[in-house]
């Protein structure tokens, strides 16, 4: 197992995620003998940092996770879990909630937790005065029931600067969407090196976008055989997967790497992945950024910015082309998140259709249209106001 070094600990690179934990077909329930499996494969092999959220699997990722670690010694493994800021709509008792999650996982302290999903949408949550979230989970640090803090971040670039800026020597460690298919859709290379710049661990979320790059269109695939059998195919076993991690493994101060497994092959790959580290050739890497760039579907937008200053009404173009091209991509719910932080007279639909941009843009991109197209995969969704809905339900049960 590789592992890295983060204060005075020794991580797994390779971090549990419990997002997606496999579920009995009859009963719709998780199904916790594979669970149990798959951590006792993953601890057997070296593995000892596993992540949840309060609100993973409606609520149940907690419970499953703290039912197969509760057959191993508490000081034998790293629990990770995350604040629902995001998903509220009111004030509540946070601390409360804060508890209910270390009751579900059977813990009187998280060795890693995290404010979930800081975006321009929810950072006014988070950073509320009524809503009071960061002073009281910083007044869990203090207690000793959190041992380092951090946030998972799904914005731009500019909003990563800011926030840490804003609360710098608050947080330990952030966790990023990272790949090398956003390490340029996202300009998550921007914002590896923003986290560096603070001093910061880099933990990694989404190492195969959603298992997109798990599993990749067969023309695309077949590059990285090809290349496999041209050097003599003695490692057959090289999955569409291990090429992501291997990725991520090349950068020096990313100390986890999140990956949400639901089967044992899944756990078995990575595992071969882990074991040590193998460096990607320059021909490996060539080909891993050319299939990135066939992935994108979206716009060659520099963020020049030529676009703004003539703008009759003001628009962020260049954020909005990064939502466009987010979209293109796969229609998430984080660039509409992105949106929503907007305020109504600067999302996509608020463009006139003037023109003015397009004579600006080096690349001579038809903004107008994009935006329109834009606004209309907005209207369209996925929503998050149509999950918060679920998740405030959950938070008022298990507060009352």
């Given at each position: 197992m590789i592992y890295r070094m983060f204060k005075d600990l020794k991580l797994s690179q390779l971090g549990f995620g419990c997002m997606r934990f496999a579920s009995d077909p009859e009963t719709g329930e998780i199904d916790q003998a594979k669970v149990n499996a798959m951590f006792d494969l993953a601890i057997r092999e070296g593995v000892n940092y596993f992540d949840t959220a309060y609100p993973y699997l409606g609520g149940k990722s907690e419970l499953a996770m703290a039912e197969a670690l509760s057959r191993y010694p508490r000081e034998s493994y790293y629990i990770a879990d995350k604040f629902p800021g995001h998903s509220l709509t009111a004030p509540i008792d946070n601390i409360a909630l804060f508890n209910v999650s270390l009751r579900k996982c059977r813990t009187d302290y998280f060795d890693f937790y995290l404010f979930h999903n800081i975006t321009e949408w929810s950072e006014k949550y988070y950073e509320s005065k009524e809503y009071h979230i960061i002073p009281d989970i910083l007044r869990m640090k203090e207690e000793g029931k959190i041992r380092h803090l951090g946030f998972s971040f799904h914005g731009g670039p500019d909003l990563l600067e800011d926030f840490l800026t804003r609360h710098e020597g608050q947080f330990d460690f952030v966790q990023i969407q990272l790949n090398y298919l956003d390490w340029t859709l996202q300009d998550a290379k921007r914002k590896y090196e923003t986290i560096l710049s603070h001093g910061l661990g880099v933990w990694v979320m989404e190492p195969c976008r959603g298992g997109k790059l798990a599993v990749l269109p067969e023309k695309e695939s077949a590059k990285l055989k090809d290349l496999q059998q041209r050097n003599g195919g003695h490692e057959p076993w090289l999955s569409d997967a291990s090429y992501s991690f291997r990725f991520l493994q090349e950068l020096p101060e990313v100390k986890v790497i999140l990956s949400g497994m639901n089967e044992l092959f899944q756990v078995e790959d990575n595992l071969r992945t882990f074991r040590e580290e193998k460096p990607l050739s320059t021909e490996e890497r060539d080909i891993l950024m050319d299939i990135a760039e066939n992935l994108k579907q979206g716009v060659p937008c520099t963020a020049c910015r030529y676009c703004c200053d003539g703008c009759p009404v003001g628009l962020d173009i260049p954020y909005l082309?990064?939502?466009?091209?987010?979209?293109?991509?796969?229609?998430?719910?984080?660039?509409?998140?992105?949106?929503?932080?907007?305020?109504?007279?600067?999302?996509?639909?608020?463009?006139?259709?003037?023109?003015?941009?397009?004579?600006?843009?080096?690349?001579?991109?038809?903004?107008?249209?994009?935006?329109?197209?834009?606004?209309?995969?907005?209207?369209?969704?996925?929503?998050?106001?149509?999950?918060?809905?679920?998740r405030v339900k959950l938070i008022q049960e298990d507060l009352r």
């Amino acid at each position: 197992m590789i592992y890295r070094m983060f204060k005075d600990l020794k991580l797994s690179q390779l971090g549990f995620g419990c997002m997606r934990f496999a579920s009995d077909p009859e009963t719709g329930e998780i199904d916790q003998a594979k669970v149990n499996a798959m951590f006792d494969l993953a601890i057997r092999e070296g593995v000892n940092y596993f992540d949840t959220a309060y609100p993973y699997l409606g609520g149940k990722s907690e419970l499953a996770m703290a039912e197969a670690l509760s057959r191993y010694p508490r000081e034998s493994y790293y629990i990770a879990d995350k604040f629902p800021g995001h998903s509220l709509t009111a004030p509540i008792d946070n601390i409360a909630l804060f508890n209910v999650s270390l009751r579900k996982c059977r813990t009187d302290y998280f060795d890693f937790y995290l404010f979930h999903n800081i975006t321009e949408w929810s950072e006014k949550y988070y950073e509320s005065k009524e809503y009071h979230i960061i002073p009281d989970i910083l007044r869990m640090k203090e207690e000793g029931k959190i041992r380092h803090l951090g946030f998972s971040f799904h914005g731009g670039p500019d909003l990563l600067e800011d926030f840490l800026t804003r609360h710098e020597g608050q947080f330990d460690f952030v966790q990023i969407q990272l790949n090398y298919l956003d390490w340029t859709l996202q300009d998550a290379k921007r914002k590896y090196e923003t986290i560096l710049s603070h001093g910061l661990g880099v933990w990694v979320m989404e190492p195969c976008r959603g298992g997109k790059l798990a599993v990749l269109p067969e023309k695309e695939s077949a590059k990285l055989k090809d290349l496999q059998q041209r050097n003599g195919g003695h490692e057959p076993w090289l999955s569409d997967a291990s090429y992501s991690f291997r990725f991520l493994q090349e950068l020096p101060e990313v100390k986890v790497i999140l990956s949400g497994m639901n089967e044992l092959f899944q756990v078995e790959d990575n595992l071969r992945t882990f074991r040590e580290e193998k460096p990607l050739s320059t021909e490996e890497r060539d080909i891993l950024m050319d299939i990135a760039e066939n992935l994108k579907q979206g716009v060659p937008c520099t963020a020049c910015r030529y676009c703004c200053d003539g703008c009759p009404v003001g628009l962020d173009i260049p954020y909005l082309l990064e939502c466009y091209n987010d979209y293109k991509f796969d229609s998430s719910i984080t660039p509409s998140m992105r949106i929503d932080g907007l305020a109504e007279e600067k999302r996509p639909a608020a463009c006139i259709g003037c023109g003015q941009c397009t004579h600006a843009c080096p690349q001579k991109i038809d903004v107008p249209s994009a935006l329109s197209e834009l606004a209309e995969m907005y209207e369209k969704g996925p929503h998050w106001s149509e999950q918060v809905s679920k998740r405030v339900k959950l938070i008022q049960e298990d507060l009352r």
